[in-house]
């Protein structure tokens, strides 16, 4: 497991202190083995799926055909050129300045043409570019933010390094690289057919079939030395974002590292992933300059073969189709662009191997997304079943069924625990056959030592945690996922989205449906003692019709975090609550760095507002705001009980 992934998911379960790097768990993984990336059908597939999602559109491929028309134009009107080196070389041999001048005339308009030409297929290729990423990305985007797809990567998969970066840099690198080639692997065949054809009619058929065995060895050397590149690129791509990961990771921690003083093991941390990001670099160096070698070599040696076939004749004592100096040019001219042509190939074969590196990672990344979409355990104890609002579901066991029928369906926002027990990814037992009853404006406390499993319980009735068999009936709907109106969930850490002050209140609501008012938000904000938040992040000014209205400012993620302290940025959490009201909330130590007054005016506001509650947390001041406590063990062993008031 890379240490990015380690670190995010020790993040996610902080307050259980579980681990996910335990070698026993690798059993309720999906297997996972060291996937060498090479050129193989793997690649070869990989590579088809990501063309094909690339070409979805009718204008994709209206861009893709405008690209081999204009390629094929510049083919024809390039062989020209070797007709104007006829002619040129025809004008001197005879002496004759008129048609050295004709010449001169017809070739300036056939090098122009050729130059424009050339310009308007880059355009091309990088409008294709810029589509192709679009379209990857989008395609990205759907899956990874569908059915929490990017939580079961980062926590029950360590194949996928860095997804960010896959989604991000490689997409780009790939579909950048493949538009700076596409124009020589689409114009290398139509260069070789072209060429082939009129080799073979004004020299013989010698002439092309020596090319061909002259490229074929040569492909065979650099398909030998590109394997080794893939895998190297494949892994840089990993090593870069490892590196970039670890910045972030302090530039988001920077106050704690500098409070505790760990700057030196933090840059000790940084400098060790830097390193391996340069061994593997000159590694690939090495493989760069002996691929670079043998493409140069084959090259600058196709000169050479040129004459040579042009001497075969005259070697040979066979007679000469070519009596003229520039018929010489000319049929020197189309070995030159037959071996071009050929060239393209070994020239891109360079950026070739760094396509397929690119496209190893997001090709991997869709299959992998594949895979998880309908993740289980493997292990067979984990057979739980999640049922939403009263309607039974069919992959319930008809034991756990029929314990479900005798729980009360009085109410579909009720939440009903029917012989749940549940596992870290270990196998440890975290709680044991739990049965649990919450009814409607009913207030659960959950309690606990560190490391028992409260935050747990509280992922494994979200549906984020699969390790679990039982039971389990809570508010909602399995149509969608609930409205904020109905369940409302906040984190022990606070989330605080890009945005305005507005768009924090309303979160996850969308702000271009979602309104709320500055009367209503100031409301809000005095219960949780945050108006001076207008004050000093916010403009205000008099209308014209001399009532106060506040112009929100947006702010980043990053923003928001350095403005406000760990206890606002609860309490703005808090807001959200107090602002769209659900029926059921969850709390999972939601209020630990707020102040008692405080706490103790929302818990009240919550209970007014007829809401369901279950909260996590440590302090003995939370029963008084609940009306059932469940208490958690470290063996698996709880107890439920009535909070008297």
């Known amino acids: 497991m890379s240490d990015p992934e380690k670190e995010i998911r020790e993040k996610l379960i902080q307050n259980d202190e579980l681990s996910f790097s335990d070698s026993s768990s690798e059993s309720r993984k999906l297997k996972v083995s060291k996937e060498r990336q090479s050129f193989d059908f793997t690649l070869a597939r990989r590579l088809w799926r990501i063309l094909k999602l690339s070409h979805q559109s009718l204008f994709d491929w209206l861009w893709l055909i405008a690209l081999v028309l204009i390629l094929a134009m510049q083919l024809i009107v390039g062989s020209y050129i070797g007709e104007a080196n ?33 310009s308007v297929s880059k355009i091309i290729s990088a409008v294709l570019s810029w589509r192709w990423r679009r379209t990857i990305v989008h395609q990205l985007h759907r899956r990874y933010f569908s059915s929490r797809m990017f939580y079961k990567l980062l926590n029950f998969d360590e194949r996928v390094d860095n997804p960010d970066q896959r989604i991000t840099q490689d997409v780009d690198n790939l579909t ?139 070697l040979n004592g066979w007679p000469l189709n070519i009596n003229s100096v520039g018929a010489v040019a000319l049929a020197s001219f189309q070995i030159i662009m037959l071996i071009s042509g050929f060239s393209k190939f070994n020239n891109v074969s360079q950026k070739v191997s760094d396509i397929a590196g690119y496209a190893s990672r997001v090709g991997q990344l869709f299959d992998i997304m594949e895979q998880l979409r309908d993740y289980r355990p493997d292990s067979s104890i984990y057979d739980g079943t999640i049922v939403d609002s009263i309607i039974p579901s069919s992959a319930a066991s008809a034991a756990a069924a029929a314990e479900l029928e005798t729980l009360s369906p009085e109410s579909p926002f009720v939440l009903e625990f029917a012989g749940v027990s549940i596992w870290t990814p270990r196998e440890r037992r975290l709680v044991r056959n739990l049965r649990l009853q919450l009814r409607e404006r009913q207030a659960l406390l959950i309690m606990g030592p560190s490391g028992c499993g409260k935050s747990t319980v509280l992922r494994t009735i979200g549906g984020l945690w699969p390790f679990f068999s039982g039971v389990i009936k809570r508010p909602g709907s399995s149509a969608a996922r609930p409205a904020p109106q109905q369940v409302l969930y906040l984190h022990q850490t606070p989330f605080l989205t890009s945005g305005t002050l507005k768009d924090q209140v309303i979160y996850p609501g969308d702000p271009n449906e979602v309104q709320l008012s500055d009367q209503r938000l100031l409301e809000i904000l005095q219960v949780l003692d945050l108006t001076y938040l207008l004050e000093q992040q916010e403009q205000q000014y008099v209308s014209a019709r001399g009532d106060v209205r506040i ?18 940025q609860q309490r703005l959490c808090l807001a959200r609550v107090l602002f769209w009201q659900p029926r059921f909330i969850y709390l999972d130590e939601a209020s630990s760095a707020i102040d008692y007054d405080i706490e103790k005016v929302f818990y009240q506001q919550c209970r007014e507002m007829g809401c369901s509650i279950v909260s996590v947390g440590h302090s003995e001041t939370l029963k008084r705001y609940h009306d059932v406590l469940l208490r958690l063990s470290h063996d698996g062993k709880w107890t439920v009980s009535d909070i008297a008031r």
Do not use: C
């Open 86 to 118: 006829k002619g040129f070389y025809d004008a001197f041999e005879a002496k004759n300045p008129d048609v050295f001048r004709t010449t001169l005339w017809r070739a300036s308009f056939i090098v122009l043409g050729s130059a424009m030409l050339e």
């Open 176 to 314: 950048t690289t493949l538009a700076q080639v596409l124009a020589d692997i689409l114009t290398g065949p139509m260069t070789i057919g072209y060429y082939t054809y009129y080799t073979f009619i004004s020299i013989g058929w010698y002439a092309p079939a020596i090319v061909f065995g002259y490229f074929v060895i040569s492909y065979i050397l650099s398909k030998i030395i590109m394997g080794p590149i893939v895998h190297r690129v494949f892994r840089q791509e990993k090593l870069e974002g490892d590196l970039r990961f670890a910045h972030v990771r302090v530039r988001t921690n920077a106050e704690a590292i500098a409070i505790y003083g760990g700057e030196n093991i933090e840059r000790d941390h940084v400098d060790k992933r830097f390193e391996r990001v340069l061994v593997n670099k000159l590694a690939l160096i090495k493989w760069d300059f002996l691929l670079l070698s043998v493409n140069n070599v084959f090259s600058y040696f196709g000169s050479m073969v040129n004459f040579m076939i042009l001497a075969i004749p005259l």
């Open 551 to 568: 112009s929100f400012k947006r702010r980043s993620n990053r923003e928001w975090i350095e403005l406000l302290s760990p206890g606002e």
